[in-house]
Nanobody, 114 residues
């Protein structure tokens, strides 16, 4: 059974920080690359950051230097530390496998006010 639960979203002022968490079932997480995606209103879902099982990371240009993805393989969890948030970061954030996704979780809403 696949299972993804995202949490940590909130309303924050521009320049603020948030830490998102994702709990994944073992079948999704173990030895697989994980990623954070986001979908803003009226836009397509986009890849924000990804991390391999050993821990290599890659970021979208729009978040590089501000966001940090990490994972805890013992807890089947992946995190996204978001600093220097901008209004354009407002979106629903999802975690999933990369590059082939499984059914999506409910996501967590991040709203950045100007």
């Amino acid at each position: 059974q696949v299972h993804l639960v995202e949490s940590g979203g909130d309303l924050v002022q521009a320049g603020g920080s948030l830490r998102l968490s994702c709990a994944a079932s073992g079948s999704i997480f173990s030895f697989k690359a994980m990623a954070w995606y986001r979908q803003a209103p009226g836009k397509q879902r986009e890849l924000v950051a990804r991390i391999t099982s050993p821990g290599s990371t890659n970021y979208a240009d729009s978040v590089r230097g501000r966001f940090t993805i990490s994972r805890d393989n013992a807890k089947n969890a992946v995190y996204l530390q978001m600093n220097s948030l901008k209004p354009e970061d407002t979106a629903v954030y999802y975690c999933n496998n990369w590059p082939i996704v499984v059914p999506w979780g409910q996501g967590t809403q991040v709203t950045v006010s100007s």
